[in-house]
């Protein structure tokens, strides 16, 4: 079923699966080919995004919520689907994520649960990430954070079904070096969008998933739903990127869609970063003794 397009029997697919997949939607470059009317471009994204979400809202679900293009769009078209579902927010006290995630849920008419977290949570959540995963990678670490912290919030209330916006990033040109990437044409966009979708399964998923399966979550990731995918890399990199934006195309349709241009064109805020995460280990690192972050985490025995 489309819905387990990451899953097989029930278990994780194999990086050297997940590379074939993509690869297999792996055309060439051909301008020609590509999407540039705006109007087609939503329309592809509507009609598999709308059935992404679809499939896999069942049963009792949640979203991990941020208040950012990403969570808000899933949540706006769960909710145009007559979905009933909770918003689950993490942050430190005054993070724009907690902000963004009362404004948007006040908005949208939400079910919002926020958690507050504190700097000695952080420090217990950090240990708790080192040992599940076995990295001390400072990066890797800030976002596990996040994650562990959000599902285990949505797991105490029960809820073990939970969406993520995980993927929008490399399908529609999100991250700045897209914008880099766009002095050199189209065609680079284009590529590294792929490249993106390739490494993103040892980046990202595989640290997702493990955190997951602790709590005995279902992670939802409807951006990474094969024709979900396949549709947008129908689109045109210069509907995604230009000198100064990035995901235009999706934020124009989330606009289209009804999603407040507050939200919709809210800037990308890393996650370790619009949750604080990132603030609380460094002031974690400095109360320790230590200049850097890393120097700090490699200090940490387990």
Not at 40 to 53: E, F, G, Y
Not at 88 to 97: F, H, K, R, T
Not at 286 to 292: A, E, L, R, S, T
Request: proline share 2%.
């Amino acid at each position: 079923m489309a819905n387990f397009t990451i899953l097989k029997n029930n278990k994780l697919i194999t990086a050297h699966e997940w590379n074939n997949k993509i690869c297999s939607f792996h055309s060439p470059f051909k301008e020609n080919l590509l999407v540039k009317d705006k109007r087609q471009a939503k329309r592809l994204i509507d009609t598999s995004l709308k059935n992404a979400i679809d499939l896999r809202a069942k049963d009792n679900f949640g979203i991990l919520f941020s208040g950012g293009l990403d969570s808000s769009l899933i949540a706006l078209i769960c909710k145009k689907l007559n979905k009933k579902f909770v918003c689950y927010s993490i942050g430190l006290e005054n993070s724009s994520d907690l902000d963004y995630a009362k404004k948007a849920a006040l908005m949208l008419d939400l079910e919002l649960k926020i958690k507050e977290l504190s700097i000695e949570e952080v420090e217990k959540y950090l240990v708790e990430c080192i040992k599940l995963l076995n990295t001390k990678d400072v990066v890797k670490l800030e976002i596990a954070i996040v994650v562990y912290a959000g599902l285990e919030f949505a797991a105490k209330d029960k809820c073990f079904n939970i969406f993520a916006g995980n993927g929008s990033e490399e399908i529609f040109a999100g991250y700045e070096r897209h914008i880099n990437f766009n002095k050199e044409g189209p065609k680079k966009v284009y590529e590294e969008c792929w490249n993106g979708l390739k490494s993103c399964y040892n980046r990202d998923i595989v640290r997702d998933y493990a955190i997951a399966k602790k709590f005995s979550c279902n992670l939802l990731l409807p951006f990474f739903d094969f024709d979900l995918i396949r549709n947008a890399m129908k689109i045109h990199p210069s509907l995604k990127v230009n000198e100064n934006e990035k995901k235009i195309i999706l934020r124009e349709y989330a606009d289209d869609l009804g999603l407040p241009k507050e939200i919709a064109y809210r800037k990308r805020t890393a996650a370790q970063y619009g949750s604080k995460i990132s603030y609380a280990i460094q002031k974690l690192a400095k109360k320790k003794g230590f200049k850097y972050k890393q120097e700090y985490i490699n200090s940490i025995n387990i």
